[in-house]
């Protein structure tokens, strides 16, 4: 499976963007989609996850309440809407998926989408 990120962009902080995550190749079922992050000079961190069919959802807690996904399976594709953005938010962006597998981690990474946050 190949994933490719897009959506990111340079915008104000109270500003809002939506991320998009595109899956192509094999299909797969039981696994989990995640968005993660990583700042410069820091390592990459969780954001949020959901699982295949849109239920449960997980949020990192620095954007509770700011920050959705979302899946759209006829299109493979997941989405981060991000609302109330702020500084500390700018990072490149990853999704990745992890099949719902004993020992399996969250893999399948593309090059991500940049999101910059002004103050």
């Known amino acids: 499976v190949q994933l490719q990120a897009s959506g990111g962009g340079l915008v104000q902080a109270g500003d809002s963007l939506r991320l998009s995550c595109a899956a192509s190749g094999r299909t797969l079922s039981n696994y989990r989609m995640g968005w993660f992050r990583q700042a410069p000079g820091k390592e990459r961190e969780f954001v949020a996850s959901i699982y295949w069919n849109g239920d449960s959802t997980y949020y990192t807690d620095s954007v509770k309440g700011r920050f959705t996904i979302s899946r759209d399976n006829t299109k493979k594709t997941t989405y981060l809407q991000m609302n109330s953005l702020k500084p500390e938010d700018t990072a490149r962006y990853y999704c990745?998926?992890?099949?719902?597998?004993?020992?399996?981690?969250?893999?399948?990474w593309g090059q991500g989408t940049q999101v910059t946050v002004s103050s």
């Open positions: 990745a998926l992890r099949p719902l597998l004993p020992g399996a981690s969250f893999g399948s």
